[in-house]
């Protein structure tokens, strides 16, 4: 297996990859629903026009640290829409679903200096705490409002609506591919 971690979405569709055998054969012998999820964000929402430019991935000049975050969450809503179609197709007892858990306090912008200073002044009165921002993923991992619903994005623990980008499953489709062409 050749794995290119270059790539700012690889991460999660090698670990999906590396567990799903094993996660289709526990819902089969246990008779019991799997769940996939995808932590993504509302960051999808501000990729390029272009959305994800697959011959480009590692083009130093284009690279910006915000767009590849917002990228990456482009991917992993597609990934799991992608996810999902395949193991319904497969007649699989496992749902794949992609979330957004809402603006936490965390060091994410710790690169930023002077953004993280004036987030973590302002951010403090509006965003999530920890546990807040945990809600929705235990949501759509435990409660029984979510069995057998896959494909969908996910925040403040009701369905939402994607970018239309998001929805492209030829996009989809294309990711799936270039991301295996990256851990075969």
Not at 49 to 68: H, M, P, T, V
Not at 71 to 93: P, T
């Amino acid at each position: 297996m050749k794995i290119r971690f270059n790539c700012p979405f690889s991460g999660h569709f090698l670990l999906t990859n590396l567990l799903l055998e094993t996660m289709k054969k526990t819902a089969q012998e246990n008779n019991v629903e799997g769940r996939i999820l995808n932590l993504s964000s509302e960051g999808h929402r501000y990729q390029r026009s272009e959305g994800i430019q697959f011959d480009k991935i590692n083009d130093k000049a284009r690279y910006s640290s915000l767009y590849a975050y917002n990228e990456s969450k482009l991917a992993n809503v597609l990934h799991a829409n992608e996810l999902a179609r395949r193991l319904k197709e497969d007649g699989v007892q496992i749902t794949a679903n992609s979330l957004h858990p809402g603006v936490i306090t965390t060091d994410l912008l710790r690169h930023h200096t002077i953004i993280n200073g004036i987030f973590k002044t302002v951010a403090k009165y509006f965003v999530k705490n920890v546990q807040q921002g945990a809600a929705t993923t235990c949501y759509m991992a435990l409660h029984p409002q979510v069995k057998g619903v896959s494909g969908e994005y996910f925040l403040d623990s009701n369905k939402g609506k994607p970018v239309e980008q998001a929805k492209d499953m030829e996009l989809a489709e294309k990711l799936w591919d270039f991301s295996m062409g990256l851990i075969n």
